[in-house]
């Protein structure tokens, strides 16, 4: 699957360069505001130039989401640990103490069924 991915990457470059060696002769005019320098560049540089910065704003947005389901992961196995501990500690105390007297389910003997039960 790996070198599938990199074949994939390799065709996607190799797709790219072609395209911008078939633009180099065409430039674009951008205009960044009135009191900014307009910059003439090739059209394939401005093309690049987008892509590139595409990239970084969705590295960015990965790094950031990736964060914080870290600092997610690491509450949640703070809780798991902190449950463990308690679920241990309480299968250590033994069952007559966990009851106080009288607190248990009353037994009771019927002579005769009543009405209405089985």
Do not use: C, W
């Not at 180099?24 to 900014?36: G, H, N, P």
């Not at 308690?86 to 069952?95: A, D, H, M, Q, V």
């Amino acid at each position: 699957m790996s070198s599938l991915r990199n074949l994939l990457y390799l065709l996607l470059g190799a797709v790219l360069a072609i395209f911008i060696n078939s633009n180099l002769d065409q430039r674009v005019t951008i205009y960044f505001t009135q009191s900014a320098r307009t910059r003439e560049l090739p059209l394939a540089m401005a093309l690049f130039a987008v892509l590139l910065l595409g990239f970084l704003a969705a590295f960015l947005l990965a790094v950031t989401d990736q964060l914080r389901l870290h600092s997610r992961l690491r509450q949640m196995r703070l809780k798991v640990e902190r449950l463990e501990s308690e679920l241990g500690e309480l299968r250590k105390l033994p069952l007559e103490e966990s009851l106080p007297a009288g607190a248990g389910p009353e037994v009771r003997e019927e002579s005769e069924p009543q009405p209405g039960r089985l």
